[in-house]
């Protein structure tokens, strides 16, 4: 398999190090986080019972949120400085359009491209004071590059939150996040870098393929971000997997680019995505198909993350608890998108990213790790000894 991006496998049959490392290195990050502001935590949840504010979370998705906020400071508070008002109303105004005009997205996108790298990519050389003036400008960013939808959703709470303090607080708030966030790339480089060695050389080598294109921002994710959705996966299956085992129906959402050939995929459009019938032989998504079959779990294919969910029912989201695959950068946003339509989520990543969109001129199909899968859905060893491997298709 050729690794563009990042890889979980490296050059080993699975990728089963790999979830033993992020699993020992989340319980490092949230000890960590002890040394960096312990009461904020504490004060932002009892802003949020005493407001009325969404329904509470784990404490540990609230220390991610915390790490987030000042990862992206440290990525794009530069950037967000540089960004004017006119350009960035018209970049918002495209991406709410796109959002809601599916018929439109190819033009609007095409737009989009010619004005994201001379808007979107320009920073000053200084990192902006932490001041609540300053976080308002990121946020506005996030907002018009299109990609940060659901962390937008948290981190507009966090900034509600920010508003009742008063100047220096907000300041101490926000240096803890900045300096956890430092902290945090150090550490989780040491950590994971193994498995995302190959970022800065695409980062130096191909992002300028994209510059002109509406997932320069995308494409152009640092090497800490991978970091950061790797522990915010670990830490998000932690928190939702008591309400997902409750849930009487267990489905999987497979991304296109899992499939053996999209261009003569037979796969049948449903109200929850497309149903695999098996057209092709040595499909990832036909074999996990017939082990969904064997083990009770239903599998469907999305186009998108924006797609997904679109006519599910009601009664599909009281009953439906989900397992969301995608690649590192899609992850969260996809579980938070799931969780705020109450649908408890679970995440397996892919082993690498290579799809035709983003990564690969042709796309390679792409593999997820099945004993993380099968553990997610409480089929024990026994069991699963009695699967063979789903191969590589490629």
Known sequence: ???????????????????????????????????????????????????????????EEYIFEFLMLGTFWKIYSKKASCLDENPRKILE????????????????????GVLMKPFLLSEN????????????????????????????????????FFETKNPENISNYIENAFLFANWFENRSKNALGQYTANINKFLAEKHQEHFWKEDVIFCGRKEVEYHLNMVGAEIMNRSFRNDFRERPIKTLLLPGCMRRSQEFCKAEETDLGLRCT?????????????????FGFEVYIISHESSAFSKSSKKDRNELGIIGVACISNLIAGGWK???????????LLDSASCKSH????????????????????INNEKSNLLKPVPASC
Request: net charge neutral; hydrophobic share 30%; charged share 30%.
């Open 338 to 348: 799931s969780d705020s339509l109450g649908i408890p989520a679970q995440c397996v």
């Open 359 to 378: 990564w690969h001129d042709k796309g390679i199909p792409t593999n997820i790790n099945l004993n993380q899968l099968l553990k997610l859905l409480g």
């Open 1 to 59: 398999m050729e690794t563009i991006t990042y890889s979980l496998k490296l050059n080993q049959e699975n990728s089963n190090k790999y979830y033993k490392q992020i699993k020992s290195f989340t319980d490092e990050v949230l000890r960590g986080f002890e040394r960096f502001g312990t009461s904020i935590i504490s004060d932002f949840i009892t802003y949020q019972k005493e407001n009325d504010i969404n329904k509470i979370r784990s404490y």
């Open 125 to 160: 050389d200084n990192t902006p004071d932490l001041t609540i003036e300053n976080f308002q400008k990121l946020l506005k960013y996030l907002k018009s590059t299109g990609d940060f939808n659901q962390e937008l959703k948290r981190l507009e709470v966090w900034k509600t």
């Open 278 to 294: 098996k057209c092709l032989k040595n499909c990832n998504v036909h074999e996990l198909t017939d082990i969904g079959h064997k």
């Open 93 to 112: 105004g495209l991406v709410d359009e796109r959002n809601c005009n599916a018929s439109a997205k190819e033009t609007i996108d095409l737009i989009r």
